[in-house]
């Protein structure tokens, strides 16, 4: 079955950088493009962008443009979410996510606690 | 970008009854709207996709619509397991946006 499975929980100071995997099982790699969430607390969902393994392509949203890397690993089926000079709301849970019908698939989340 | 306007953003209903969330999209996204549940805790769950698709799992008390700029969500006859925060979606141009919720909890 498929699954995404995300790395654990990561505190940062303002102005540092952190890096999130998500590893992908269960499915061929390259057919799908994935795609990163976020959600702070009691928040909405806003979308960061997403990775085309099989065309090599990435896409971010200009909000993030700069200091967001999203790059992956066909070799062991994980994609990366990087988000350098941080800061106090970038806290949230991110999520990478494969948004495909009929059946979506999520990571379980990764905190971000960006605090000084 | 494409920003989406649900409404509105709680409400609060009883078992049994009848509900209906808007969703309104600054420009035409033609169909192409997906429906988010969230339970609290939980990740999110695509409900609806291409405006009025039910997926597979959905019971078919929830029913959906809309194309161009003003979709709905409908849930008739609510449960108990219905009672989440529901977003829509809009993959017609990037970046994909997402509405600000609904959040459905009980009278």
């Known amino acids: 079955q498929v699954q995404l499975v995300q790395s654990g929980a990561e505190a940062r100071e303002p102005g540092a950088s952190v890096k999130v995997s998500c590893k992908t099982s269960?499915?061929?790699?390259?057919?799908?493009?994935l795609n990163w969430v976020r959600q702070a607390a009691g928040q909405g969902l806003e979308w960061l962008g997403w990775?085309?393994?099989?065309?090599?392509?990435?896409v971010y949203a200009q909000k993030f443009q700069g200091r967001v890397a999203m790059t992956w690993d066909t070799s062991t089926g994980t994609v990366y979410l990087e988000l350098h000079s941080l800061k106090i709301e970038d806290t949230a849970v991110y999520y990478c996510?494969?948004?495909?019908?009929?059946?979506?698939?999520w990571g379980q989340g990764t905190l971000v606690t960006v605090s000084s | 970008d494409v920003q989406l306007t649900q409404s509105p953003s709680s409400l609060s209903a009883s078992v049994g009854d009848r509900i209906t969330i808007t969703c309104r999209a600054s420009q035409p996204v033609s169909f192409f709207v997906n429906w988010y549940q969230q339970i609290s805790g939980r990740v999110p769950r695509l409900l609806v996709s291409s405006a009025s698709k039910l997926q597979a799992d959905v019971p078919s008390r929830f029913s959906a619509g809309g194309s161009g700029t003003d979709f709905t969500l409908t849930i008739n006859n609510l449960q108990p397991e219905d009672f989440a925060t529901y977003y829509c979606q809009q993959s017609y141009s990037q970046p994909l946006t997402f509405g600000g919720g609904t959040k459905v909890d009980v009278k």
């Open positions: 269960g499915y061929t790699f390259n057919s799908f493009d």
């Open positions: 996510a494969r948004l495909t019908s009929p059946r979506d698939y």
């Open positions: 990775v085309s393994p099989g065309s090599g392509n990435t």
